[in-house]
Nanobody
């Protein structure tokens, strides 16, 4: 059975950094065939796509709000996804989720994703 478990969240001040991890289990050799992404959700807001890394070619895409500050990466040998978050702002405060999809297109759409983790909280204070 496939599972995704996030870790690395916490509380930091504006301008600080955090590195999130998402460990996958139960995927076996198929993990590398899934495109992976990070989403975030704040209270009262919809879940929004932050960044994705494609299966195969490893192409990365980012939401404009985090471009230049966040870096998504994956280690297929360790079946782990990462999100390096730098220059954090209070508006980055949210629950962060990792997710896996097997289809192409619309990476920012939560409905495209088959597997989800339970989330890790990131809080940025001013």
């Amino acid at each position: 059975q496939e599972h995704l478990v996030e870790s690395g969240g916490g509380s930091v001040q504006t301008g600080g950094s955090l590195r999130l991890s998402c460990e996958a289990s139960g995927f076996g050799s198929t993990y590398s065939t899934y495109s992976m992404a990070w989403f975030r959700q704040s209270p009262g807001k919809e879940r929004e796509g932050v960044a994705t890394v494609h299966a195969g070619d490893g192409v990365t895409l980012y939401d404009n709000s985090v471009k230049g500050r966040f870096i998504i990466s994956r280690d297929n040998a360790k079946t782990t996804l990462y999100l390096q978050m730098n220059a954090l702002k209070p508006e980055d405060t949210a629950m962060y989720y990792c997710a896996a999809r097997s289809s192409d297109g619309g990476w920012w759409l939560p409905s495209k994703y088959k597997y989800w983790g339970q989330g890790t909280q990131v809080t940025v204070s001013s």
